[in-house]
């Protein structure tokens, strides 16, 4: 599931089974996500299955702008990873 699929050719996409999958690594790691919207709700998973360390964001709005980047910034912090640049 949270491997990058493979297209006849042999280029990876960014996508897995139901789940959207960095195709370069960070931090030693895949950044594996799946998000979505609804009216009156929104939110994002996001996971680093070698860090064994999740996000997952909430809300009660239509559309959470740059989610990602959220969740990015929160897994840079309990990570110490460092401020984006």
């Known amino acids: 599931m949270m491997t990058p699929a ?4 042999g280029a990876a996409v960014a996508y897995g089974l ?7 690594e960070w931090h030693g ?5 799946h998000g979505g919207s609804s ?10 299955p070698r860090h064994r360390f999740a996000v997952a ?3 009660n709005l239509d559309e ?7 969740a990015e910034d929160i ?6 990873f460092g401020p984006r640049k």
Do not use: H
């Not at 790691?29 to 996500?33: A, L, S």
């Not at 009216?39 to 680093?48: K, L």
């Open 6 to 9: 493979k297209l006849s050719n």
């Open 18 to 24: 139901g789940w959207g999958v960095e195709t370069e």
């Open 29 to 33: 790691d895949r950044w594996v996500f």
């Open 39 to 48: 009216p009156g709700a929104s939110g994002i998973i996001t996971v680093m």
């Open 57 to 59: 964001i909430l809300t």
């Open 64 to 70: 959470l702008p740059d989610r990602g980047d959220l």
């Open 75 to 80: 897994a840079r912090l309990v990570l110490d």
